[in-house]
């Protein structure tokens, strides 16, 4: 079992940055592709950014493509989302997940791709 925890939430006015990190439990980081995935209240979860397995191929949604990047540390068993650029829209609990599949396809945008999840952390966007 893969054990994700996630980190560096906090408060930060509209345009501002923060960079969340997730660390992953197990000597088999490299093999996931990681998914961050967001949850406002009453709202969906839905898809923000991936990673596949090796670092070299990212997806992002439309609403935070050119804002966030998400990057990974093998060697750390750890990967990031840098948010810039902050918008109210932003604010949610921000969860970390991982997928036995390493290759980003139509699905890494899916919920039920991941096979593991953090427990959140939230990210609150002031004016």
């Known amino acids: 079992q893969v054990q994700l925890v996630e980190s560096g939430g906090g408060s930060v006015q509209t345009g501002g940055s923060l960079r969340l990190s997730c660390a992953a439990s197990?000597?088999?980081?490299?093999?996931?592709?990681m998914g961050w995935f967001r949850q406002a209240p009453g709202k969906e979860r839905e898809f923000v950014a991936a990673i596949s397995s090796g670092g070299y191929n990212t997806a992002y949604s439309d609403s935070v493509k050119g804002r966030f990047t998400t990057s990974r540390d093998n060697a750390k068993s750890t990967v990031y989302l840098q948010m810039n650029s902050l918008k109210p829209e932003d604010m949610a609990v921000y969860y970390c997940?991982?997928?036995?599949?390493?290759?980003?396809?139509?699905?890494?945008?899916?919920?039920?791709?991941?096979?593991?999840w953090g427990q959140g952390t939230q990210v609150t966007i002031t004016s």
């Open positions: 997940a991982a997928s036995i599949w390493g290759n980003l396809m139509e699905r890494t945008a899916q919920v039920d791709h991941y096979d593991y």
């Open positions: 197990g000597r088999t980081f490299s093999d996931y592709a």
